[in-house]
């Protein structure tokens, strides 16, 4: 008989939430990949990371840039800009990668965020399409 039940991921009780800020190891990173452990966003719906026990993630960096791709952050704890360019999905029950929350993004932080995504992903004008 088939096993039907559908598996919850969580990485030591923990199961990232759309909108949270965490501390995570990117390493490996190859090129001009964001290396290092350091701060991201989860841009992934908490029902993905729940069930795949992946993550979508944009690093945070110190490193201020005027460029569209880098979005100001607003954190309590956290400071510097979210490099939406970057969007990477990674498997956060990797112990290698050891996320940890730090708080919770502000509306204004995530939703500029999905934003950049959605533009730079270009799914707006084919879904306008359909």
């Known amino acids: 008989m088939a096993n039907n039940s559908i598996s919850n991921y ?12 965490v501390y995570l190891n990117f390493d490996p990173s190859i090129g001009r990949e964001i290396k290092k452990r350091r701060p991201a966003i989860v ?16 690093p945070i960096t110190i490193t201020i840039r005027d460029l569209p791709f880098f979005i100001t952050l607003h954190g309590n704890k956290l400071h510097g800009q979210i490099n939406a360019s970057q969007l990477r999905t990674i498997d956060f029950m990797a112990s290698e990668r050891h996320i940890e ?3 919770t993004a502000t509306s204004i932080d995530f939703m500029q ?14 879904i306008n399409n359909l």
């Open 10 to 21: 969580n990485y030591h009780g923990y199961t990232p939430k759309q909108g949270d800020l």
């Open 43 to 58: 841009v992934s719906s908490d029902i993905f990371n729940l069930r795949t026990g992946f993550v979508t993630i944009c």
């Open 101 to 103: 929350f730090v708080e």
């Open 113 to 126: 965020t999905a934003k950049i995504i959605m533009d730079g992903l270009g799914f707006e004008g084919m």
